[in-house]
């Protein structure tokens, strides 16, 4: 049998707090550890301090969004070798979508989004 794989460092950029909520309980249902930010900013800053193992990043938030807050996470050596899966409601957006990868985004999933799918897709993210 394949040991378990080790439990991950999770930072859930959502500004919805029950979104944030559900995110949270369900990472740690599956044993990671989780740290929310609210904004873009808190998220960059949360992610420079912390060195998270992936970002959960939503677009459309307060004070920096999503696109500003992965442009500061790429550019900056401290974070830009962290995996960020955008979640975001305007995911099927093509133009978000190519916006995003091309800004380095791992993947674009749309909201609501299928829990279980999406954190199979982060866990092999996190652990390549």
Same mark, same amino acid.
């Given at each position: 049998?394949?040991?378990?794989?080790?439990?991950?460092?999770?930072?859930?950029?959502?500004?919805?707090?029950a979104v944030a909520r559900l995110y949270t309980a369900y990472a740690q249902s599956?044993?990671?550890?989780?740290?929310? /930010?609210?904004?873009?900013?808190?998220?960059?800053?949360?992610? /420079?301090?912390?060195g998270p193992d992936l970002i959960l990043l939503d677009v459309a938030?307060?004070?920096?969004?999503?696109?500003? /807050?992965?442009?500061?996470?790429?550019?900056?050596?401290?974070?830009?070798?962290?995996?960020?899966?955008?979640?975001?409601?305007?995911?099927?957006?093509?133009?978000?979508?190519?916006?995003?990868?091309?800004?380095?985004?791992?993947?674009?999933?749309?909201?609501?989004?299928?829990?279980?799918?999406?954190?199979?897709?982060?866990?092999?993210?996190?652990?390549?």
């Amino acid at each position: 049998m394949a040991p378990e794989p080790s439990p991950l460092r999770i930072l859930v950029a959502e500004d919805d707090p029950a979104v944030a909520r559900l995110y949270t309980a369900y990472a740690q249902s599956r044993g990671h550890t989780v740290l929310v /930010a609210h904004d873009g900013a808190e998220a960059f800053s949360a992610a /420079a301090d912390q060195g998270p193992d992936l970002i959960l990043l939503d677009v459309a938030m307060p004070k920096v969004d999503g696109r500003d /807050a992965l442009r500061r996470l790429k550019a900056d050596p401290r974070t830009q070798g962290i995996p960020v899966l955008v979640i975001s409601a305007h995911g099927s957006d093509q133009n978000l979508r190519e916006l995003m990868l091309g800004l380095g985004a791992w993947d674009v999933m749309e909201k609501p989004v299928d829990l279980q799918i999406a954190f199979n897709k982060a866990e092999r993210l996190a652990r390549r």
